[in-house]
């Protein structure tokens, strides 16, 4: 089911009703409803998908279980390899076994061996990606003894599947989630408000931006040798902003969404466009996955310790593997790696972290030299982002290539200017907001209730001009 | 949370308000880029002395060319015709009645005389069309009555596919109401109404020969080339279109779509109230048992036979062919001599008063 859909309008407010005055007498009953809601919201898109998520819930379960009763060294590492192995073995069939078999089958053809292909038709599971690392990092923290395991297998059950970061996260870990469902809810106003405030930032940014500039961003990207120098760099900055304004925006809803039912999810997202350095920029972009990486992956191969050369292996394996994680196509790869370089000066002059605060605080406008800052890291990051969309690594360079060459500028000669309107209006409120959780977090005593019913109808009558097709979100493929 | 929901409720009831407020002084036809950009166009030309209209779908756009038909008329009759194609890209039943009906209070709609309306059946919204504006945003509740009731009376299709029909079908009709996924477009395009389909001549008619030499959207290549190569690869697509139209023809029986039926009845005698003559056609490799036996109910003289394949044999030919559901240039201009003379033969039966 669809964030964006009528569907989910529909589904979101019956389970609300459920889980408020029906079920808000029993903690059991309230997580029971929460486990079949997912369910029924994950088998909407597909039924037998289901099955996946069962045993991912019903393994580490066990696993944990059986870790924290355990002190044989053996065990409990054959324990979490079971975890790893069977939870990383459904990514990696589901997701990368073509990919595999695709390359191995052309560096035999390199050497002049023909193989015949043997790739499967395989449809990849929503949102395996996300869940997969959420059940992951139950076991890991548990076999870290970092973390008790539950015994409540229905809590366990609903912190793996809860139906608004199922499928796009933010990623969650156990230590933060878990314990909620633990805890009886309650109801509180102010909370419940400002979730449906960004609930609705989210839905503008997913439907009125991203999916307005992925109209543009697909025709431009498709057919990038039928267009001038001027409309690939509007086709690049389309999707920097479709990217954004989709993951984002799913984040956003997702957060809204547990805030009504008495949940609060990490952030995932800090108005990461308006970072100085890419160290800073990914301290702001996707959080919850760079957090895991940085916990799961980079501190255990030994982080920002050792020689420059254990440093400089780190911080390409982290980036990489990152990059490999959102899909299995060497396009992802080499976005990775790129931001691998763009990072690593930063690490090695220790200025990576520099930029720790939001941009211009306490001041309306940024200096020079933010502003300076700000220009060189979005652009960089939009390189980044022409490899992340283009369908193969040639389609990129080519991409890159047309734009930087001469013959090919030419100032595109119609402009879409209502999507500009658009995106004019979405960094001015984030821009005023950056300081704030999300782009519609305000304080009922600052802003007369008037302009605030305002706002909200002028952004809910926007959502609605643009809802239409229900396109799905770009996170889902990974 | 009393106060919460109080609030939300108080707020989405302003907001359908307001929305409807707003959409209150929109044309009939805003949602249809096709069907408005032609309509623009009548409004533009009030005198030009039209007063015979083809309502339908892209195969009354694609295949009838107004030039050719009153050509026809002229030199094969004493009647005075002059024609417009309003057909438009996936119009389907009953959108198409709901323009029909629009039109016919309209400004433009009073100097009508004839309105040959493309008969189809009660359309199940597919995949592709589900959620998309021009799916709904025709839908009121006499037209979503319609479509429950046909669809229930339909015995042809299973239980399945009627509740899914239905299912469809209220979701669209709330995303009506709440005009869901309208004028989003309109803002962002600038030029909305899709005048590539009022075609080279300013007669509604858009060959899908000339949309493919002239369109420049590699996409609309790419699709108009592969559905266009497809009838090439396999000759058995015509062939078996026109053994189902024959198999049809054979097997025409009582057995008919009541609701539908009514329905058009009553569009024959809200027309004739207003002096309109209306005209009732099915268009060459459309046909099904069900429309068939339909068609064959319409009387008479509210009727003409386009999709006979032992009257129009050709028109199941390649040579006339542009896919497997629309002719091509050469099939719309055979097609639009013999509509032209059916339609003479039932003018000079039926109304000869019309005849100068």
């Given at each position: 089911?669809?964030?964006?859909?009528?569907?989910?309008?529909?589904?979101l407010?019956?389970?609300?009703?459920?889980?408020?005055?029906?079920?808000?007498?029993?903690?059991?009953?309230?997580?029971?409803?929460?486990?079949?809601?997912?369910?029924?919201?994950?088998?909407?898109?597909?039924?037998?998908?289901?099955?996946?998520?069962?045993?991912?819930?019903?393994?580490?379960?066990?696993?944990?279980?059986?870790?924290?009763?355990?002190?044989?060294?053996?065990?409990?590492?054959?324990?979490?390899?079971?975890?790893?192995?069977?939870?990383?073995?459904?990514?990696?069939?589901?997701?990368?076994?073509?990919?595999?078999?695709?390359?191995?089958?052309?560096?035999?053809?390199?050497?002049?061996?023909?193989?015949?292909?043997?790739?499967?038709?395989?449809?990849?599971?929503?949102?395996i990606?996300?869940?997969t690392?959420?059940?992951?990092?139950?076991?890991?923290?548990?076999?870290?003894?970092?973390?008790?395991?539950?015994?409540d297998f229905?809590?366990?059950?609903a912190?793996?599947?809860?139906?608004?970061?199922?499928?796009?996260?933010?990623?969650?870990?156990?230590?933060?989630?878990?314990?909620?469902?633990?805890?009886?809810?309650?109801?509180?106003?102010?909370?419940?408000?400002?979730?449906?405030?960004q609930?609705?930032?989210?839905?503008?940014?997913?439907?009125?931006?991203?999916?307005?500039?992925?109209?543009?961003?697909?025709?431009?990207?498709?057919?990038?040798?039928?267009?001038?120098?001027?409309?690939?760099?509007?086709?690049?900055?389309?999707?920097?902003?479709?990217?954004?304004?989709?993951?984002?925006?799913?984040?956003?809803?997702?957060?809204?969404?547990s805030?009504?039912?008495?949940?609060?999810?990490?952030?995932?997202?800090?108005?990461?466009?308006?970072?100085?350095?890419?160290?800073?920029?990914w301290?702001?972009w996707?959080?919850?996955?760079?957090?895991?990486?940085?916990?799961?992956?980079?501190?255990?191969?030994?982080?920002?310790?050792?020689?420059?050369?254990?440093?400089?292996?780190?911080?390409?394996?982290?980036?990489?593997?990152?990059?490999?994680?959102?899909?299995?196509?060497?396009?992802f790869?080499?976005?990775?790696?790129?931001?691998?370089?763009?990072?690593?000066?930063?690490?090695?002059?220790?200025?990576?972290?520099?930029?720790?605060?939001?941009?211009?605080?306490?001041?309306?406008?940024?200096?020079?030299?933010?502003?300076?800052?700000?220009?060189?890291?979005?652009?960089?990051v939009?390189?980044?982002?022409?490899?992340?969309?283009?369908?193969?690594?040639?389609?990129?360079?080519?991409?890159?290539?047309?734009?930087?060459?001469?013959?090919?500028?030419?100032?595109?000669?119609?402009?879409?200017?209502?999507?500009?309107?658009?995106?004019?209006?979405?960094?001015?409120?984030?821009?005023?907001?950056?300081?704030?959780?999300?782009?519609?977090?305000?304080?009922?005593?600052?802003?007369?209730?008037?302009?605030?019913?305002?706002?909200?109808?002028?952004?809910?009558?926007?959502?609605?001009?643009?809802?239409?097709?229900?396109?799905?979100?770009?996170?889902?493929?990974? | 949370?009393?106060?919460f929901?109080?609030k939300?409720?108080?707020?989405?009831?302003?907001?359908?308000?307001?929305?409807?407020?707003?959409?209150?002084?929109?044309?009939?036809?805003?949602?249809n880029?096709?069907?408005?950009?032609?309509?623009?166009?009548?409004?533009?030309?009030v005198?030009?002395?039209?007063n015979?209209?083809?309502?339908?779908?892209?195969?009354?756009?694609?295949?009838?060319?107004?030039?050719?038909?009153?050509?026809?008329i002229?030199?094969?009759?004493?009647?005075?015709?002059?024609?417009?194609?309003?057909?438009?890209?996936?119009?389907?039943?009953?959108?198409?009645y709901?323009?029909?009906?629009?039109?016919?209070?309209?400004?433009?709609?009073?100097?009508?005389?004839?309105?040959?309306?493309?008969?189809?059946?009660?359309?199940?919204?597919?995949?592709?069309?589900?959620h998309?504006?021009?799916t709904?945003?025709?839908?009121?509740?006499?037209?979503?009555?319609f479509?429950?009731?046909?669809?229930?009376?339909?015995?042809?299709?299973?239980?399945?596919?009627?509740?899914?029909?239905?299912?469809?079908?209220?979701?669209?009709?709330?995303?009506?109401?709440?005009?869901?996924?309208?004028?989003?477009?309109?803002?962002?395009?600038?030029?909305?109404?899709?005048?590539?389909?009022?075609?080279?001549?300013?007669?509604?008619?858009?060959?899908?020969?000339?949309?493919?030499?002239t369109?420049?959207?590699?996409?609309?290549?790419?699709?108009?080339?592969?559905?266009?190569?497809?009838?090439?690869?396999?000759?058995?697509?015509?062939?078996?279109?026109?053994?189902?139209?024959?198999?049809?023809?054979?097997?025409?029986?009582?057995?008919?779509?009541?609701?539908?039926?009514?329905?058009?009845?009553?569009?024959?005698?809200?027309?004739?109230?207003?002096?309109?003559?209306?005209?009732?056609?099915?268009?060459?490799?459309?046909s099904?048992?069900?429309?068939?036996?339909?068609f064959?109910?319409?009387?008479?003289?509210?009727?003409?036979?386009?999709?006979?394949?032992?009257?129009?044999?050709d028109?199941?030919?390649?040579?006339?062919?542009?896919?497997?559901?629309?002719?091509?240039?050469?099939?719309?201009?055979?097609?639009?001599?013999?509509?032209?003379?059916?339609?003479?033969?039932?003018?000079?039966?039926?109304?000869?008063?019309?005849?100068?």
């Amino acid at each position: 089911m669809l964030f964006n859909s009528l569907d989910f309008a529909i589904f979101l407010p019956i389970v609300f009703i459920l889980y408020w005055f029906v079920t808000q007498k029993s903690l059991k009953l309230q997580n029971i409803l929460i486990v079949v809601a997912s369910y029924f919201f994950y088998g909407w898109w597909s039924k037998r998908f289901l099955a996946l998520i069962l045993i991912s819930t019903v393994l580490d379960y066990f696993v944990g279980r059986f870790l924290s009763n355990s002190n044989d060294k053996f065990k409990r590492k054959l324990l979490l390899v079971a975890s790893l192995a069977v939870n990383l073995g459904f990514l990696g069939v589901f997701k990368y076994f073509n990919f595999f078999i695709d390359n191995f089958i052309a560096v035999f053809t390199f050497f002049g061996k023909e193989i015949q292909p043997n790739t499967l038709d395989i449809i990849l599971p929503v949102g395996i990606s996300f869940y997969t690392f959420q059940t992951l990092s139950y076991s890991i923290d548990i076999y870290r003894r970092k973390l008790e395991p539950t015994k409540d297998f229905i809590a366990f059950a609903a912190f793996v599947s809860f139906f608004p970061q199922l499928v796009a996260g933010p990623i969650e870990r156990a230590k933060n989630l878990l314990p909620q469902f633990y805890k009886k809810r309650e109801f509180k106003y102010a909370q419940a408000i400002d979730g449906m405030r960004q609930i609705l930032w989210g839905l503008f940014k997913k439907v009125v931006i991203a999916d307005n500039c992925a109209q543009y961003a697909d025709i431009i990207f498709n057919n990038y040798t039928e267009y001038s120098g001027g409309y690939l760099i509007l086709g690049a900055l389309f999707f920097t902003f479709q990217i954004y304004g989709d993951f984002s925006g799913y984040s956003d809803i997702a957060i809204g969404t547990s805030r009504l039912f008495g949940f609060n999810l990490k952030r995932n997202f800090a108005f990461p466009y308006f970072s100085r350095d890419i160290a800073e920029f990914w301290r702001r972009w996707h959080i919850s996955l760079s957090t895991w990486f940085r916990d799961y992956l980079y501190i255990p191969l030994g982080g920002s310790k050792g020689g420059t050369w254990k440093k400089i292996r780190n911080i390409f394996i982290i980036f990489v593997v990152s990059g490999f994680w959102h899909g299995a196509n060497w396009t992802f790869i080499i976005w990775g790696a790129l931001n691998a370089i763009y990072f690593i000066p930063l690490l090695l002059t220790k200025t990576n972290r520099k930029n720790t605060d939001d941009v211009a605080q306490g001041k309306l406008f940024p200096s020079y030299r933010e502003i300076f800052s700000m220009l060189s890291t979005f652009t960089l990051v939009v390189l980044g982002w022409v490899f992340f969309r283009s369908n193969s690594v040639p389609d990129a360079i080519g991409f890159l290539s047309r734009i930087f060459s001469a013959e090919q500028i030419a100032f595109p000669p119609e402009l879409p200017l209502a999507i500009f309107v658009l995106l004019g209006i979405q960094l001015i409120v984030e821009w005023f907001q950056r300081s704030k959780q999300h782009g519609l977090e305000m304080s009922s005593e600052n802003i007369p209730s008037i302009f605030r019913w305002l706002i909200y109808l002028a952004l809910c009558m926007l959502i609605m001009a643009f809802l239409g097709k229900g396109t799905s979100f770009i996170y889902f493929q990974f | 949370m009393g106060k919460f929901i109080r609030k939300i409720v108080i707020y989405v009831s302003v907001l359908f308000m307001l929305i409807q407020l707003l959409y209150a002084f929109i044309p009939y036809h805003w949602g249809n880029p096709y069907f408005s950009a032609k309509i623009s166009h009548l409004e533009d030309s009030v005198n030009k002395g039209y007063n015979l209209y083809f309502f339908g779908s892209s195969r009354v756009n694609r295949q009838i060319d107004p030039f050719v038909f009153d050509s026809v008329i002229h030199e094969e009759s004493k009647i005075n015709i002059k024609s417009f194609n309003l057909g438009s890209p996936a119009t389907f039943c009953p959108q198409a009645y709901y323009l029909y009906e629009q039109f016919l209070n309209s400004d433009i709609g009073k100097n009508a005389n004839y309105c040959l309306i493309e008969l189809m059946p009660v359309n199940a919204i597919s995949d592709f069309f589900f959620h998309q504006e021009q799916t709904n945003y025709w839908l009121n509740l006499g037209e979503l009555k319609f479509i429950i009731e046909a669809n229930f009376n339909n015995d042809k299709i299973s239980n399945k596919a009627k509740k899914k029909n239905i299912r469809r079908y209220l979701t669209s009709y709330l995303e009506n109401k709440f005009h869901i996924g309208h004028s989003g477009k309109q803002i962002i395009t600038k030029n909305y109404y899709d005048k590539r389909f009022v075609g080279q001549r300013y007669d509604g008619y858009y060959p899908m020969d000339l949309e493919l030499r002239t369109v420049k959207d590699e996409l609309i290549v790419k699709h108009l080339t592969q559905i266009s190569e497809e009838i090439k690869k396999d000759s058995s697509i015509l062939n078996n279109r026109l053994n189902h139209a024959i198999e049809h023809y054979n097997n025409i029986a009582d057995d008919f779509d009541s609701v539908h039926f009514n329905r058009i009845s009553k569009m024959i005698e809200n027309a004739n109230e207003l002096d309109i003559h209306t005209v009732f056609f099915i268009s060459p490799r459309s046909s099904s048992q069900e429309l068939i036996n339909l068609f064959n109910a319409i009387p008479n003289k509210n009727k003409i036979d386009m999709a006979n394949p032992f009257l129009y044999k050709d028109y199941y030919l390649l040579k006339y062919a542009f896919d497997r559901g629309h002719l091509n240039e050469n099939g719309a201009q055979l097609y639009s001599v013999d509509i032209a003379k059916e339609l003479i033969q039932l003018i000079e039966k039926n109304d000869p008063n019309n005849i100068n």
